[in-house]
């Protein structure tokens, strides 16, 4: 007697295939959770892979069933994780998700549109050019025909703004600060464009004037790319005084707003972006300061006349006679073919929050790095980089704040100090021990730790838990 398939997660039927397993999923995430007991397991890389390669074969000859697979794996996946939600895992930009997002993309895997022709994804791509329109409008509110198109993020998005760019001028030259995101040189060398002219940020953003300093020597047709959020240090660049700089010398201004797009939800804070509409692209990620599970980006463009560059053609995807009938082109809204309906998650969220309870998420994370940066300068031991601009704190105990003799020398060239080398093991210490995920950067000739606060249930409990572990690493 032939065995019975295993059902599938659409249809009718989809539902109630799906709830047991789903229940299944929810408690192997409370146990593993349960199990780390913290932001990350313990025991660094090598003790992880062992948990990991003790489970098993990952193909056996004969299957486990359903309910083992999943309990077993995502329950161990969990135990190992990094887990973003927890408040003291604050090394990155790697945003803790929103409950309902999460359940929103649980819908769209299994319902599992394809976004790359109208007979694929007959509501979500409705649904993806309502929300598009939507988010350009937030960053172009006065053009008159703004668009944007989903990416997997600021990378994707900072490669299409130099290949839109290619496309309007031919070989562009991108000229960058030290202080912008590494995409633009891997996007630069994809393109076969020249690698970008970089003006250096001593201050940590792109100056006026140095830029102008740099289109005086720079030949051909330009595109600036400025950032608001740097990775590092969550700096933003002057936009609109930079935006004059590049009218005054023809250039075009393309803004990485990768990290601190979503700062225009925040009544508050959305001035930190005056400006920002005058650029002619610009990159926002909502699996950052979105709360989004990843990848939810956006390249928006001030006028979608700029889209048409994009424009392709396969007849089994988009005949011309099928568009002249009135199904929608879909082609031309990504370089990638098969694409996943993240809309949904965000389109989700946007309807349950509005653009008040996002501006309340964004303001309660930056509340938290202002708070964190008290503590840091209450603290005697440590040493504060500068009051945060966005969510980011740079700090390091001031036992490893100053090079001393011949270290100032390495300092001054780049080159690793023992200074940086004890600041780089207290982060490794806190991450073996499974008690605390904190990034590194460099600034002002030093390495910093860095935390990266994107988590708006974060208390000041947990900031003063979080200096009280690094105090404790300082003085093994």
């Known amino acids: 007697m032939r065995a019975a398939l295993p059902p599938l997660a659409g249809g009718t039927s989809g ?85 309902l997002a999460a359940a929103a993309d649980l819908a769209a895997s299994a319902l599992n549109p394809s976004m790359d022709s109208w007979d694929q994804a007959p509501a979500a791509s409705a649904l993806e050019e309502r929300l598009t329109a939507a ?75 140095a830029l102008a300093d740099a289109l005086t020597r720079t030949r051909g047709p330009v595109l600036v790319a400025a950032t608001a959020g740097t990775t590092d240090e ?50 926002v990620d909502l699996h950052k300061l979105g709360w989004q599970p990843a990848a939810a980006g ?22 011309d006679d099928d568009t002249e009938a009135g199904l929608p082109d879909l082609l031309g809204r990504s370089l990638r ?42 603290a005697p031991g440590l040493e504060l980089r500068a009051r945060p601009t966005l969510t980011t704190v740079l700090f390091r105990p001031i036992t490893a704040a100053q090079p001393t003799g011949g270290d100032l020398h390495t300092a001054a060239t780049g080159d690793r100090t023992s200074a940086d080398d004890d600041l780089a093991a207290i982060r490794r210490t806190l991450l073996a021990g499974g008690h605390a995920v904190l990034g590194r950067a460099a600034a002002d000739g030093r390495l910093w730790l860095k935390a990266t606060l994107l988590n708006p249930h974060a208390t000041p409990g947990d900031l003063a838990q979080l200096i009280t572990l690094v105090e404790g690493s300082t003085h093994r």
């Open 298 to 319: 956006l390249l928006a463009v001030r006028d979608t006349a700029d889209l048409a560059a994009l424009g392709h053609t396969a007849d089994y995807l988009n005949a």
């Open 135 to 209: 988010l350009a409008a937030e960053v172009y509110p006065q053009a008159a025909h703004p668009d944007a198109l989903v990416t997997t993020g600021g990378t994707e998005s900072n490669q299409l703004a130099l290949l839109l760019a290619r496309e309007r001028h031919g070989p562009v030259r991108t000229v960058v600060g030290a202080n912008a995101h590494h995409s633009f040189h891997r996007a630069a060398w994809l393109l076969g464009l020249p690698e970008p002219v970089t003006v250096p940020t001593p201050n940590g953003t792109l100056e006026p004037t």
């Open 234 to 283: 969550g700096l933003v660049d002057p936009i609109a005084a930079l935006a004059d700089v590049c009218t005054a010398h023809g250039a075009e201004l393309h803004v990485d707003a990768a990290y601190g797009g979503p700062v225009l939800f925040s009544r508050t804070h959305r001035r930190l972006l005056d400006g920002l509409d005058r650029a002619r692209t610009v990159t």
């Open 15 to 99: 539902a109630e295939a799906l709830r047991p397993l789903l229940d299944t999923v929810l408690d192997a995430l409370h146990e593993g959770a349960r199990a780390r007991g913290g932001p990350l397991p313990s025991g660094g890389p090598a003790a992880v892979a062992a948990r990991t390669a003790a489970l098993g074969p990952v193909l056996p000859d004969t299957g486990t069933g359903a309910h083992e697979a999943l309990r077993t794996l995502v329950q161990a996946l969990t135990e190992g994780a990094a887990d973003p939600a927890h408040p003291l895992c604050a090394a990155h930009l790697h945003t803790p998700p929103l409950a």
């Open 337 to 378: 073919t098969t694409r996943r309906p993240d809309v949904l998650k965000t389109a989700v969220t946007l309807r349950a929050l509005g653009r008040q309870g996002l501006g309340a998420l964004v303001d309660a994370c930056m509340a938290r790095a202002q708070d964190l940066a008290d503590l840091v300068e209450k």
